[in-house]
T-cell receptor
Framework: GESVGLHLPTLSVQEGDNSIINCAYSNSASDYFIWYKQESGKGPQFIID?????DKRQGQRVTVLLNKTVKHLSLQIAATQPGDSAVYFCAAALGGGSYIPTFGRGTSLIVHP | GAVVSQHPSWVICKSGTSVKIECRSL??????MFWYRQFPKQSLMLMAT?????????EQGVEKDKFLINHASLTLSTLTVTSAHPEDSSFYIC?????????????FGPGTRLTVL
């Protein structure tokens, strides 16, 4: 099976700072990784994904880094804004045509103005 | 982007009644949908995988007779909580897969808050 954990339950940053949220996964066969943002009372929102054949992928203000050697991925948010305050989940999924992701515990990002 | 809706967004019911939650993919067809349950300040717990035209696959520990899932079309899956009790109170979230095979992306609905009195 897969277990996915996050290193810190809460991350507090100042507006304008860069944020880094970390995630570890256990199954080396996982080949698809996703970051989601969940605001209070809402469903998770897709942020960015990365496949195991890549080690870095960039989006708008976000970058995901994947280190398959140590089974670790991170989400970097540049110039963090108050609207980024939410719980962030990473998810890992196995390949082979059977897509069932396992979600980590979540990190609550608090952005102070 | 792909949009998934859920209805209702919240529901309050009496103990012993059944509640149906709908999950729809609005602008894409989804052969696979997932149902999750989330308790406060916790992660998403996968309850079952719903495939169009076939029986749902339930995760270990999830009672299939308690949580009935029907994926009648490529855009609609329903979760019925039968004979609901206060311990069934939770935030239920569905998601739908858009794409094929390894290119799938999972899009989530806004969730349904169920409160059983």
């Amino acid at each position: 099976g897969e277990s996915v954990g996050l290193h810190l339950p809460t991350l507090s940053v100042q507006e304008g700072d860069n944020s880094i949220i970390n995630c570890a996964y256990s199954n080396s066969a996982s080949d698809y990784f996703i970051w989601y943002k969940q605001e209070s009372g809402k469903g998770p929102q897709f942020i960015i994904d990365i496949r195991s054949n890549m080690d870095k992928r960039q989006g708008q203000r976000v970058t995901v880094l994947l280190n398959k050697t140590v089974k670790h991925l991170s989400l970097q948010i540049a110039a963090t804004q108050p609207g980024d305050s939410a719980v962030y989940f990473c998810a890992a999924a196995l390949g082979g045509g059977s897509y069932i992701p396992t979600f980590g515990r979540g990190t609550s990002l608090i952005v102070h103005p | 982007g792909a949009v998934v809706s859920q209805h209702p967004s919240w529901v309050i019911c009496k103990s012993g009644t059944s509640v149906k939650i709908e999950c729809r993919s609005l602008d894409f067809q989804a052969t696979t949908m997932f149902w999750y349950r989330q308790f406060p300040k916790q992660s998403l717990m996968l309850m079952a995988t719903s495939n169009e035209g076939s029986k749902a696959t339930y995760e270990q520990g999830v009672e299939k007779d308690k949580f009935l899932i029907n994926h009648a079309s490529l855009t609609l899956s329903t979760l019925t909580v039968t004979s609901a009790h206060p311990e069934d109170s939770s935030f239920y979230i569905c998601s739908a897969l858009s794409g094929r095979g390894s290119a799938d992306t999972q899009y989530f609905g806004p969730g349904t808050r169920l409160t059983v009195l």
